[in-house]
């Protein structure tokens, strides 16, 4: 019964290096978000992958960002050429289907630091 | 634009007694609206979600009231305990999977 995890939980990185985040999703879990969340902040909706549906990119905040979801199940957050206004919590929050009165399984997050 | 509001201030009660956090929304029309619990270094955790058209949804202490009119919500513990200090996220959403999400209010509970 393991929930959504992520990793890594904390990254420190360099102004200008690229990372990448992941994450695994509940078991069976067709739905798949990422936020991103500033110190004091809500949620920011980034992306959303649902089965083999074109993925909505509508909140990512530049190209800088982009993200995959391979087989359905493990997703990938990537940011290149970090800035230091990257810096902030990447939550993973996965769901059974789409469907607006579904409720969203949060991972832990991934605390980003970019100096 | 679409806005929600949550009070940024934290709510500082006394064990025992009802806390009630409040969200405010302009420019939106959510059929549903979600409130979640989230501790320090954690994923938020889902609570309780109503619709727009119920008045009042209860699970164990808690209650939701959804205001449509006023475009409010409100969030009621009661009988609060420490362990129930954190940050509480209400979060909308109208037709479509894209939850919305307020910054949220700290609870906290002093024994």
């Known amino acids: 019964g393991a929930g959504v995890s992520q990793s890594p939980s904390n990254k420190v990185t360099e102004k200008g290096k690229d990372v990448e985040l992941r994450c695994d999703p509940i078991s069976g879990h067709t739905a798949l978000y990422w936020y991103r969340q500033s110190l004091g902040q809500g949620l920011e909706f980034l992306i959303y992958?649902?089965?083999?549906?074109?993925?909505?990119k509508s909140g990512l905040p530049s190209d800088r960002f982009s993200a995959e979801r391979t087989g359905g199940s493990v997703s990938t957050l990537t940011i290149q050429r970090t800035q230091q206004e990257d810096s902030a919590v990447y939550l993973c929050?996965?769901?059974?289907?789409?469907?607006?009165?579904?409720?969203?399984?949060f991972g832990p997050g991934t605390r980003l630091l970019v100096l | 634009s679409q806005k929600i509001e949550q009070n940024s201030e934290a709510l500082n009660i006394q064990e025992g007694k009802t806390a009630t956090l409040t969200c405010n929304y302009t420019?939106?029309?959510?059929?549903?609206l979600q409130w979640y619990r989230q501790d320090p270094g954690r994923g938020p955790v889902f609570l309780l979600l109503i619709r727009e058209n119920e008045k009042e949804k209860r699970k164990e202490r808690l209650k939701v009231t959804f205001d449509t009119t006023l475009k409010q919500s409100l969030f009621h513990i009661t009988a609060s305990q420490p362990a129930d200090s954190a940050t509480y996220l209400c979060a909308l959403t109208d037709s479509s999977y894209k939850l919305i999400f307020g910054s949220g209010t700290r609870l906290l509970v002093r024994p």
């Open positions: 420019n939106y029309s959510p059929a549903y």
């Open positions: 992958f649902q089965g083999n549906s074109a993925p909505d």
């Open positions: 929050a996965s769901s059974p289907q789409t469907g607006v009165q579904e409720t969203q399984y």
